[in-house]
């Protein structure tokens, strides 16, 4: 079945570290894939996203992410995370051909002083 | 434009009530959704729709239903409402046939049936 994987419910990072986010797919063939940001109380902001080509993607917020298929993942990265950086971000991931979009069940960043 | 629209954005139900959530898109979008929120469950995917006239079932569909009577709108139904049913309800379009986009989502609407 199709599914997306993020493996860490929770990361704490101080502020001004670096951060990376972890998602893994699992499909048949590549899908479109997809890091979206929610803050408390707030819809869904996409980040960035990949469909083909340049495996590493930028994004807003200085937020970048790079794919690898040997890996079957799409790891989200900041090189220097900022205090409202602090959200739940979510992978998603659709099939090419059916457009059913599908979600990770989210990693939740806490960003200490 | 104003993108994604969902009504009503807060609700509370009594257990065995129905009731209708809205939503509406005005980016032309062919594909529409609709996900719950949970506290640890990420978004899971309850109907969507790949076109005017067409439902399908999605991760989690029991007790909703759908229609998508025209193409900006997206209705999920819950005929008889249980509290499992509480949930942050968020709509999404995606797909113009103009190419390949990522989804908008809409504000949300929190359900508490009590």
């Known amino acids: 079945a199709q599914s997306v994987t993020q493996p860490d419910i929770h990361i704490t990072v101080s502020e001004g570290a670096s951060l990376e986010l972890r998602c893994n797919y699992s499909?048949?063939?590549?899908?479109?894939l997809f890091w979206y940001v929610q803050s408390p109380g707030q819809g869904l902001q996409l980040l960035l996203k990949?469909?083909?080509?340049?495996?590493l993607v930028q994004g807003i917020k200085g937020f970048e992410a790079e794919f690898k298929r040997s890996q079957s993942s799409f790891n989200l990265r900041k090189p220097s995370v900022h205090w409202s950086d602090a959200a739940e971000y979510f992978c998603?991931?659709?099939?090419?051909?059916?457009?059913?979009?599908?979600f990770g069940t989210g990693t939740r960043l806490l960003v200490s002083p | 434009n104003a993108g994604v629209t969902q009504t009503p954005k807060f609700r509370v139900l009594k257990t065995g009530q129905s009731m209708t959530l809205l939503c509406a898109q005005d980016m032309n979008h062919e594909y529409m959704y609709w996900y719950r929120q949970d506290p640890g469950m990420g978004l899971r995917l309850i109907h969507y729709?790949?076109?005017?006239?067409?439902?399908a079932k999605g991760e989690v569909p029991d007790g909703y239903n759908v229609s998508r009577l025209k193409k900006q709108n997206f209705l999920l139904g819950l005929e008889s409402a249980a509290p499992s049913q509480t949930s942050v309800y968020f709509c999404a379009s995606s797909y113009p046939r103009t190419g390949r986009t990522e989804a908008f989502f809409g504000q949300g609407t929190r359900l508490t049936v009590v």
């Open positions: 499909y048949g063939a590549t899908p479109y």
């Open positions: 990949y469909f083909s080509g340049d495996t």
């Open positions: 998603a991931a659709m099939n090419t051909g059916f457009q059913k979009l599908v």
């Open positions: 729709s790949v076109g005017e006239g067409t439902t």
